[in-house]
């Protein structure tokens, strides 16, 4: 069973967060030792006994709408909502992220943890559990494949192979809509995920799969085959489950939190940072780069040059990754509050001694330096260029999940040292059959690969730019005349 110990609150001595930072940089979350952990809990765990432990026991699911190892560490909408819980109950947390729905009820009703936080659905006739306010309001939906009939009604679904997950409450929306469409079926499993139906109705082993629409949005980048056809059913709500005989001051304690929450806006908030954004990768045109080049790159080229020659890597290279991350843009911030012209996370910003990652030549020096560092952290056997879209790839998610790719390439009988392996394997860091078999879980594999992508195409560009000896205005005036350029081809936008 995978546990994970997090502490959130100030405390942590100033030694040991001292020691957590240089041993786990780029992770806030290490392994918590089972001896730490109590063997069971009873149901009658009280707030008090949390609290004088000092840690509070999370059950959940390894998701990207739950709980995930990014690229700054631990996240996800429900990490972020327990993790805050856990701050106003002044305690850490130890998560268990190896389960599905089912085991993660199963945990939460022999007590043997003190919260589930796995896209449960409110359900009050689940023996042995008890459930907290409604968090948000869950839509299911229906998936199909691009390029086939767009199921428009119910009547529409009859005759397609449809999956679901079992448990998440789709299937028992599925459940009544039989009861007046009696021809409805469907297959249904609880040891897959949405990532897990979403692929198979892109590699066409499903017709179409009933999901939430905040996971489809969550996902559907990485699944280009796959379109929203209609919603079925009505909205059902998510919520935290928590042992039935629990100390009824730690639901009160987690139901103010909710409504505080809701209150405050803060809920809105993070519900649109996680689910109310698709601008995960943005694919632009040649043309689009070097415009943006001519406007935004030359402020920065000397500062670009000055930290490739303090760590030996490609000017161009560094540009180009500022571009993908920042467009060029010191004051750019992403939804998860990584910051500045070359996207540091805070982790990063302190491992590498910058004090102000919006300060768009600390960001430059420390970006540069930190892909230095990974690039000497990439195993010997990796020759050039692997080892630089491997060190990119590490960058963009993080060298443990380049590792865990490595090792499915092992797995898969591919060659760990050659780019071509890793990213043929890196999408399968989101499928759960593949990321729970691996140390640090689920990761945007498809995002790495397309980052990865885009950096080489820029990075081609700026390279054709410097050996034809033009200045980027003269490149501009050829685009607004038309006079022909280079032939480049255009990423399109993933739906």
Not at 16 to 26: I, K, Y
Not at 217 to 240: E, H, M, Q, Y
Not at 329 to 357: E, F, Y
């Amino acid at each position: 069973m995978r546990r994970h110990f997090l502490r959130t609150t100030r405390r942590v001595a100033g030694l040991v967060a001292a020691l957590l930072l240089l041993l786990t940089p780029a992770r806030a979350i290490s392994t918590w030792s089972d001896a730490l952990m109590p063997d069971a809990m009873t149901s009658h765990t009280t707030l008090a006994d949390i609290q004088q432990r000092d840690f509070l026991t999370i059950a959940t699911r390894n998701t990207p709408a739950t709980f995930y190892e990014g690229r700054q560490g631990p996240t996800g909408f429900e990490f972020e909502l327990f993790r805050r819980f856990a701050d106003e109950l002044g305690v850490s947390i130890a998560v268990e992220d190896d389960h599905h729905i089912n085991g993660v009820l199963d945990q939460v009703a022999k007590g043997r943890s003190d919260l589930g936080a796995a896209g449960l659905v409110l359900d009050q006739k689940r023996p042995g559990v008890t459930y907290s306010r409604p968090i948000m309001s869950m839509q299911p939906m229906v998936a199909y494949r691009r390029g086939a009939a767009r199921p428009e009604t119910i009547e529409d679904l009859d005759g397609l192979d449809i999956g679901t997950v079992a448990g998440a409450g789709t299937s028992q929306v599925l459940h009544d809509l039989q009861k007046t469409h009696p021809s409805l079926t469907w297959r249904e499993s609880p040891d897959i995920e949405t990532t897990d139906l979403l692929k198979m109705v892109n590699d066409g082993e499903l017709d179409a799969a009933v999901v939430y629409a905040h996971e489809f949005k969550l996902n559907r980048l990485f699944f280009p085959g796959v379109a929203s056809a209609l919603t079925i059913g009505d909205p059902v709500t998510l919520a935290w489950a928590f042992p039935a005989g629990t100390d009824p001051t730690l639901v009160e304690r987690a139901n103010a939190f909710i409504d505080d929450m809701r209150h405050s806006g803060d809920l809105t908030l993070l519900t649109q940072q996680y689910f109310g954004h698709e601008d995960y990768l943005e694919y632009v045109g040649a043309r689009r780069f070097i415009a943006q080049a001519q406007t935004h790159l030359n402020q920065w080229l000397p500062h670009f040059k000055r930290a490739a020659a303090q760590t030996g890597l490609d000017w161009k290279l560094l540009a180009a990754v500022g571009y993908q991350e920042s467009h060029w843009q010191p004051d750019a911030v992403s939804p998860t509050g990584v910051k500045g012209l070359m996207m540091m996370t805070r982790n990063t910003a302190r491992h590498m001694d910058v004090a102000d990652r919006e300060d768009p030549l600390q960001s430059i020096d420390g970006g540069a330096r930190y892909l230095r560092y990974l690039h000497e952290r990439i195993p010997d056997g990796v020759a050039e260029p692997d080892r630089t879209w491997m060190t990119l790839a590490a960058y963009n998610l993080g060298l443990g999940h380049l590792y865990d790719a490595r090792r499915l390439a092992k797995l898969q009988g591919h060659d760990p040292d050659q780019w071509s392996s890793i990213r043929k394997v890196l999408p399968l860091l989101q499928e759960s059959s593949w990321y729970t078999r691996v140390e640090h879980g689920f990761a945007r594999g498809n995002v790495a690969a397309l980052y990865v992508r885009n950096i080489k195409r820029y990075e081609e560009i700026l390279d054709w730019v410097e050996r034809s000896q033009y200045q980027f205005s003269s490149l501009a005036r050829a685009t607004a005349s038309n006079t022909p350029t280079p032939v480049f081809e255009t990423v399109p936008p993933v739906p």
